[in-house]
């Protein structure tokens, strides 16, 4: 793969693009996306960004959220736009099957494919990209790859508030040890240029319906349980919560935080029932790998001390894998 800044004289003429992320995106795969939308329409090429599936709510205030086609439900509108283009950038994912149904169609593209993305073992399906797994979000490489294409001026406060809101939630609100000082400076950066982080604090953090808060008190008292001896803590969600407190996409982001708040814990872990298959959420403290432990047990991965992974049992059997996963890592997690 080419360092993403030889891109530079692929962006000088007008182009047809399309700029793509992972299913279910988060905050910093819409706003990593987002952000270099708006950089490449400043230079004057066609863009359209698509989203393998829908998105929260809370994510739909970010500036051209307006615009992203939903692969799922807008499939032929998507695929038009996918026609003839001459550039694909993938976003905050490092291989084709993150993206769900659309992985086909993307991996039958003629075109160049640009990756820039933090997580670890990128597939070799892109010809120029950036795979940094010191970075703290997607968002901060798409400012830097800004900077490295030595066009900083276009950095305005669309782009400011998309790789904020990108920042400030892969790094927990700027509490994880990828927050290093190359992301306090970039964030006095955005500052400078009129962001104003309050803001987007209260879209992303303060925009909740009732059911939510509900459903957060209610799984921290009936689905928590902790194993203090092998200082891990676990939620485990059946479907039929999901349909008791109406969740839509994105109410359960950052629930598996929470338990890391326990004294003595050093592993935390969110496992729901999504009907068509058992979704699993890792966070650790310290030096217990959760991107290997992910890997190794439910068909996932991602970054260190963060990482996701699947399951097709059912979630009693999942949770059995589980606990027995972890005994199997007793000594690490000491």
């Not at 793969?1 to 399309?18: C, N, Q, R, W």
């Amino acid at each position: 793969m080419k360092p993403i800044e030889e891109i530079k004289p692929l962006l000088e003429a007008p182009k047809k693009m399309v700029i793509t992320m992972h299913q279910k995106p988060d905050a910093d795969a819409m706003g990593s996306s987002l952000a270099l939308y708006h950089y490449l329409i400043q230079k004057g090429h066609q863009v359209t960004v698509i989203s393998p599936t829908n998105f929260p709510d809370f994510l739909k205030w970010m500036p051209g959220a307006e615009g992203v086609i939903d692969f799922e439900s807008s499939t032929d509108k998507a695929m038009e736009a996918l026609k003839d283009i001459e550039l694909l950038f993938c976003l905050d994912f490092n291989a084709l099957y993150r993206t769900k149904n659309m992985a086909p169609h993307l991996e039958a593209v003629k075109c160049t494919k640009i990756l820039i993305d933090h997580h670890l073992e990128p597939q070799p399906d892109f010809e120029y990209g950036v795979s940094d797994t010191s970075a703290s979000s997607t968002a901060q490489l798409v400012y830097e790859t800004i900077y490295k294409l030595g066009d900083e001026k276009f950095i305005n406060l669309d782009i400011a508030q998309c790789i904020y809101a990108g920042t400030v939630t892969d790094t927990g609100s700027f509490r994880f040890a990828s927050t290093t000082a190359r992301v306090h400076r970039m964030v006095a950066d955005l500052m400078d240029r009129g962001l104003r982080h309050e803001i987007i604090h209260q879209e992303i953090y303060d925009n909740f319906l009732e059911n939510r808060l509900r459903f957060l008190g209610h799984s921290l008292l009936n689905r928590m349980e902790v194993f203090y001896e092998y200082n891990t803590a676990m939620l485990a969600i059946p479907y039929s919560d999901l349909k008791r407190f109406d969740l839509q996409t994105g109410d359960t982001e950052g629930l598996v935080n929470f338990l890391l708040s326990i004294q003595g814990i050093k592993m935390a872990a969110l496992i729901i029932d999504r009907n068509s298959e058992v979704k699993l959420s890792f966070r650790s403290k310290g030096n217990f790998d959760v991107n290997t432990f992910a890997r190794r047990y439910f068909e996932g991965g991602g970054h260190f001390n963060a990482s996701g992974g699947r399951s097709t049992d059912s979630l009693e059997k999942t949770v059995n894998r589980f606990i027995k996963a972890v005994e199997e890592n007793e000594t690490l997690l000491q």
